[in-house]
């Protein structure tokens, strides 16, 4: 009687870390849009930042969520994925929405809707953040405020309120880029170059 053969187990698929690439492309577009609200550039040309939401921000960041769903990381995935999905929801709502309501008197009541509601989703992010590490939660606490100062700032309408949100936007632009080259280097040199303090 023939004996049955057991069949070898799949090896793992390993796949590269995606978290330098989502932070790089939320750190890009995060910069690039806060030098606009901090009013270091014409807020007519404001413009230049929708291409980076549509590519980098969004759909770039979109996919390092994706990737990070298959890596088996709910915050990474949650994180990504969410401000991935921010950034193209951006691009449409400057491109498309905002154009259509622009005479509407309560235009900016609805815009600081639009920013209170992600910063109620970073600021819970932000208590998970809390178990990953001190470079990523220096990002989401940063972002939470930025969110709350640019919410503020629709709502006043302030816009001294909203250029404090986009100085604020430029240093957490700078921690999150601070993270995603700590990754990066971290690969090629294959020791840990820039200290992220991971949660113990």
Not at 59 to 67: E, F, P, R, T, V
Not at 142 to 150: D, G, K, N, R, Y
Request: proline share 6%.
């Amino acid at each position: 009687m023939a004996t049955q053969q057991s069949t070898p187990p799949s090896p793992a698929v390993v796949i590269a870390d995606p978290a330098p690439l989502g932070l790089a492309g939320f750190a890009m577009t995060t910069f690039v849009l806060s030098c606009f609200n901090a009013n270091l550039l014409d807020a007519k040309l404001g413009a230049v930042v929708l291409p980076l939401a549509l590519m980098y921000g969004g759909l770039a960041q979109l996919l390092a969520g994706m990737w990070e769903f298959r890596k088996g990381n709910t915050f990474g995935a949650t994180a990504f994925s969410s401000f991935g999905a921010f950034w193209l929801a951006y691009y449409l709502l400057i491109k498309d929405v905002v154009p259509s309501i622009a005479t509407d008197p309560d235009l900016h009541k609805a815009l600081g809707l639009f920013l209170l509601a992600w910063a109620v989703f970073t600021a819970y992010m932000t208590v998970a953040a809390l178990r990953v590490s001190g470079a990523v939660l220096a990002v989401f606490v940063s972002l939470t405020i930025t969110f709350a100062l640019l919410s503020a700032g629709q709502f006043g309408p302030s816009d001294s309120v909203t250029k404090v949100g986009g100085w604020l936007g430029l240093v957490t632009a700078v921690l999150a880029w601070y993270a995603s080259f700590a990754g990066v280097t971290a690969y090629t040199f294959k020791r840990q170059v820039l200290p992220t303090w991971p949660a113990r």
